[in-house]
Nanobody
Framework: QVQLVESGGGLVQPGGSLRLSCAAS????????MGWYRQAPGKQREFIAT???????NFADSVKGRFTISRDNAKNTVFLQMNSLKPEDTAVYYC?????????????WGQGSQVTVSS
C-alpha cells in the first residue's frame, strides 16, 4: 500500500520559513519523481516544485528563489524548504509522486498539510 505522509505545516509570520516533509512508503522511492502542489481556498490545485529521480528540480515562477526541494532516498523522504513566506503562500500543500519508469503514469498523493502565513 502506497502512502505519502506530509508533516511540518503550521502558522508562520510573513517573511518566515517552514520546511515540509513527505515520507513515502510502499514504493521504490529512488525511482520516483516527487513533487509538491498546493491548493488555496477557492482555487485550483497548482504545481509548486518537483525533483526527478535523478535530482533535477523545477519550480513554479511564484516560488522561484524562495523555495527549494530536496530528497533523501535513504529515508524515502522529500522536503520543501519555504523561505520568505508571503500571505499568498497560504494553502494546503500536497506531496505527489509517480514512477519515472512506469509505462503508464499513476500519481500518488498525500493527505495535505496546512500552511498559513499571517501576522
Amino acid at each position: 500500500q502506497v502512502q505519502l505522509v506530509e508533516s511540518g505545516g503550521g502558522l508562520v509570520q510573513p517573511g518566515g520559513s517552514l520546511r515540509l516533509s513527505c515520507a513515502a512508503s510502499g514504493i521504490s522511492f529512488s525511482i520516483y519523481n516527487m513533487g509538491w502542489y498546493r491548493q488555496a481556498p477557492g482555487k485550483q490545485r497548482e504545481f509548486i516544485a518537483t525533483i526527478t529521480s535523478g535530482g533535477t528540480t523545477n519550480f513554479a515562477d511564484s516560488v522561484k528563489g524562495r523555495f527549494t526541494i530536496s530528497r533523501d532516498n535513504a529515508k524515502n523522504t522529500v522536503f520543501l524548504q519555504m523561505n520568505s513566506l508571503k500571505p499568498e503562500d497560504t494553502a494546503v500543500y500536497y506531496c505527489n509522486g509517480y514512477s519515472a519508469y512506469a509505462a503508464r503514469r499513476i500519481d500518488y498523493w498525500g493527505q495535505g498539510s496546512q500552511v498559513t502565513v499571517s501576522s
